[in-house]
């Protein structure tokens, strides 16, 4: 097969992932060409978007580069796993967006002023800085851990409030914001005509129907959100000086004010989970929009809630798990990740140790195949791949391609996995040919982040298997049975094979 060969192969085994959008056209292949061009932009990435509720061409304000929002934590404690379902999915999708040759320029925002932070310092009696370091700090190491991208810019809100107050100020003098008795400072959503549009609300809804809850009763419409909070006693220190008096940035302002700074006024892509589409990214758009007379972001990509027994995990709910409480419990960080990603962003993800077992026998197949894969690729440089494995190799992208379709990129994943094993248990695959595999392998995997994590082997363990050579080629087979044995203790397999001994993590 040709690099360039469209055709689809002419017996792959159906894939019962991959049945929820219709197929998309091929893309050409160069998946398999022994060499890691990335494929040019722009050949087909489309996407559900939120705004339209339509399935449209990615088509990136400047060909080639993704400016990509995501709206990231509130660092007030431990982000639970529901929080890094979103997190993941945005990693998806910066990485295949990569994988398809786009330039990604991301930012992801630290909540790090608002009324569960004020309320946690508040209660320790420590300062707001001191108390969101140490949840900032855990927030980068689950990033790791996850294998979650480092996005290009992670500003803190409590670094843009000067920013915050200018677009206010701009609000005010266009009468779009008021001041109300309390002295906050609220956005007039009677003045934004596409208000509701994101949410696809009836703003009949949010007309003004009397006095709605104590705290709301000065504003002029219930819809109305605050841009500015004015400082009360509740807030101890925690305080800026704004032309207003003393106070602190609304939330959904602080979005507006970073991704505007970072990335201009016109974004590409904004993400988070649905739970964010209103009122947050509604009033991002509204004051945004306000501010700079052009459309906020084209594409608006929402994910579904992680839910345990059919409600969303949340803080709010106390059904929650750390990541932290889960590797407690004996699982990795690429188990955990595996479970996140593989669902479709766009379905709820019913967390259960269940699907955590699936996961780690999933990963179980794939390193073993992986494995078997480089044994026969025996550092091979990679010449054409067969036919079938090029086209399940191209169709992982393609459904990628498709919304994010990761089952039906997955299940074009196990169908390569069968079908090698296949050539390889009839020893029908050459080594350039699993070479070849092996290089279409590392591509998805470059969106996947899934190998096995590379444990260094320890010195003591070392000195066991070098003691062990000694005693074999001595044929002292009862000390080498002892050093097997010792060396099991430590946690390692030896295995004795023709190209000498080999070690895995038992
Ligand atoms: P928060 O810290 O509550 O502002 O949430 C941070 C991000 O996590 C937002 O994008 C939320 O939409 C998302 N999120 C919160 N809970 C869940 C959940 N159970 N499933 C998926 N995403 C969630
Ligand atoms: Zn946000």
Known sequence: MTNCDHRRPKHTLANPHATRHSPTPPLPCTVLSGTTTPLSPN??????NTYTRKLEDFKPIQP????LYTCGPTVYNFAHIGNFRAYVFEDLLQRHLEARGFSVRRVMNLTDVDDKTIR???NLGVRLADFTQKYKDAFFADLTTLRIKRADHFPAATDYVPRMIEMIRVLEQREIAYQAEDKSLYFRISKFPGYGKLAHLNLDELRPSGRIASDEYEKENVGDFALWKAWDEADGDVKWDSPWGPGRPGWHIECSAMATALL???LDIHCGGVDNIFPHHEAEIAQSESVTGKRFARTWLHCAHLMVEGEKMAKSAGNFFTLRDLLDKGWSGREIRYALLTVNYRLPLNFTFDGLAGARAALQRIDEWAARLAAQAAQQPPATAPENAAALIAGFFTHLDDDLNISGAMGQLFDLIRETNRA?????????AAAAILAGWQRI???LAIEPEAVPVPAEVLAFVEQRQAARAAKDWAGSDRLRDEIAKLGW???DTKDGPKLTRA
């Open 43 to 48: 050949m087909g990435v489309r996407f559900f």
């Open 64 to 67: 080639g580069s993704v400016k």
């Open 120 to 122: 946690g310092c508040r």
């Open 264 to 266: 201009g006024d016109e």
């Open 424 to 432: 390889l248990d009839s020893t029908t695959l050459p080594p350039a």
């Open 445 to 447: 995997n470059s969106v």
């Open 493 to 495: 397999t030896v295995k």
